[in-house]
């Protein structure tokens, strides 16, 4: 049954960049058949998709981030991660990693997600 | 970019009855939308697929419908465990990937 794990600082200052990890276990991220996506949702607030990669590094970014985001991947570690930088209050959210079949993109399994709050 | 439209922001049903909420898309995304469940605290919870297709362990009390752009999800006879934020994302044109408001369906 494959498990993501999200993990990083919970607590990051506005102009500073986020870095998170998602870490795969029970299944392996080099799979040809899956991207690995980054999701976030401000607190009581929607979902919004921030990007995702494939195991040979190619990634898809959501326009309105993609000045300020990348995800990469470390197949010998079977994890991913998300930087984003120039960071303000806006990014507080809880940020999501996820599985997406390659074929049909929808999001499943989630992490259980990682509250960042970006304050000074 | 596609926006996919959830209404109503709020729903009110009692227990035992049928829920229907609606998602519309600013164009075609044909069958190629998903349908989450959140509850507080929780990450999102994929139900269905491809519009209509549940996902493994998923009751039989949930169904999709839809194609297009006007998308249906339905939940008979509501259970206490039903009640939560229920989202829709289309995944027929990407970047960017999107996702509806969200439908809070909460206990009348």
Redesign the interface.
């Known amino acids: 049954q494959v498990q993501l794990q999200e993990s990083g600082p919970g607590l990051v200052k506005p102009s500073e960049t986020l870095s998170l990890s998602c870490t795969v276990s029970g299944d392996s991220i080099s799979s040809n058949i899956y991207y690995w996506g980054w999701i976030r949702q401000p607190p009581g607030k929607g979902l919004e998709w921030i990007g995702s990669v494939y195991y040979v590094g190619s990634t898809y970014y959501n326009p309105s981030l993609r000045s300020r985001v990348t995800i990469s991947i470390d197949t010998s570690k079977n994890l991913f991660s998300l930087k984003l930088s120039s960071v303000t209050a806006a990014d507080t959210a809880a940020y999501y990693c996820a599985r997406q079949a390659r074929s049909n993109p929808w999001f499943d399994p989630w992490g259980q997600g990682a509250l960042v709050t970006v304050a000074s | ?1 596609i926006v996919m439209t959830q209404s109503p922001a709020t729903l009110s049903v009692s227990p035992g009855e049928r829920a229907t909420l609606s998602c519309r898309a600013s164009q075609s995304v044909s069958s ?1 939308l ?1 349908w ?1 469940q959140q509850k507080p605290g ?5 139900l269905i ?2 519009a209509s297709t549940r ?1 493994t362990g998923i009751p039989a009390r949930f169904s999709g419908s839809g194609s297009g752009t006007e998308f249906t999800l339905s939940i008979s006879s509501l259970q206490s465990e039903d009640f939560a934020v229920y ?1 829709c ?1 289309q ?1 027929n044109s ?9 439908t809070r369906l909460e206990i009348k």
């Open positions: 970019e190629n998903a989450y929780q990450a999102p919870r994929l697929h491809g996902v989202y994302q995944y990407w970047p960017p990937i999107t996702f509806g408001q969200g």
